[in-house]
């Protein structure tokens, strides 16, 4: 039996930066708020360290790059909650510097996961937004540092004033492509497969926030985000930020008011709202 109970999900956050934002969302969003992992042992853990706070967060499954596994999230929201409030995507994956595998590889798994997982969440939970949700993608400052040290004529194209879904998928697919083929340096992209599935996530963000303000539901706001330098898996704890203070802007922009016209579509860090280049 559905409900009209507000529900916020967070995209892998049974650790780091994830688990900060559902800890952040416990304490300040009116509604259950949903842990997600691909391994329910490590998400039933997270969940009984918050628990041990007092918080009381809900716990289920997800793997962004499983289509089965997004349907199975839809059908658990639809069910019990009857539509979605606030969505994070923050599950995202990143190689250390001293990875041995090959580039090649590297380009298509991260793509895999940090942009189509990423999208392909988006495509089956959308249709559950209710007016006023808010969207949030953790992105980072690496896709503009990126997308900086790309060539001109790719930087031409990630600001198209036109840029759609279709021409971003056609960017990300020939990024993957060439590292295969191994002439994406010759193609003008910068060795970051990290960096350019992050140029991905924060340029999708302009094409749905321009698509959901022509949708019949009102104020439903996406932005993306850079958390900072934080000290979790991914940076090896070298990190400068704790993740709690890696989860402010990310929380900043799931809480923000009814009706804001600004940030809304657009790149932030540290609550300030950034260029892409």
């Given at each position: 039996m559905s409900s009209s109970k507000s529900v916020a999900v967070v995209t892998g956050s049974n650790k780091g930066i994830g688990y900060a934002i559902v800890r952040g969302l416990c304490k300040q969003f009116q509604g259950d708020v949903i842990l997600t992992a691909r391994n329910e042992a490590n998400g039933q853990e997270a969940l009984k360290k918050l628990n041990a706070e007092g918080l009381k967060p809900v716990f289920h499954q997800l793997d962004i790059t499983d289509d089965?596994?997004?349907?199975?999230?839809?059908?658990?929201?639809?069910?019990?909650?009857?539509?979605?409030?606030?969505l994070v995507n923050n599950a995202a994956i990143a190689y250390k510097m001293a990875a041995t595998e090959?580039?090649?590889?590297?380009?298509?798994?991260?793509?895999?996961t940090n942009f189509w997982g990423t999208l392909n969440?988006?495509?089956?939970?959308f249709p559950l937004l209710r007016p006023h949700a808010r969207v949030v993608h953790v992105s980072s400052r690496a896709g503009s540092m990126?997308?900086?040290?790309?060539?001109?004529e790719l930087q031409t194209r990630f600001l198209d004033p036109e840029l759609s879904m279709a021409k971003i998928k056609q960017l990300m697919n020939e990024f993957v492509e060439s590292a295969k083929a191994?002439?994406?340096?010759?193609?003008?992209?910068?060795?970051?497969?990290?960096?350019?599935?992050?140029?991905?996530?924060t340029l999708m963000t302009f094409v749905q926030q321009r698509e959901l303000s022509a949708d019949s539901r009102p104020d439903i706001v996406v932005n993306a985000c850079c958390p900072g330098y934080v000290a979790t898996d991914m940076t090896s704890h070298k990190g400068?930020?704790?993740?709690?203070?890696?989860?402010?802007?990310?929380?900043?922009l799931a809480m923000l008011p009814p009706n804001t016209t600004s940030p809304k579509g657009q790149f932030v860090a540290e609550r300030k709202v950034q260029n892409m280049l």
């Open positions: 089965t596994s997004i349907q199975r999230m839809r059908d658990f929201l639809q069910k019990n909650y009857g539509g979605l409030d606030v090959p580039f090649s590889e590297q380009a298509e798994v991260s793509m895999a969440a988006c495509n089956v939970l990126t997308a900086a040290k790309c060539s001109k191994g002439t994406h340096k010759a193609k003008g992209w910068h060795e970051s497969a990290y960096g350019t599935s992050k140029i991905g996530v400068t930020k704790t993740i709690d203070e890696g989860a402010d802007t990310p929380l900043f």
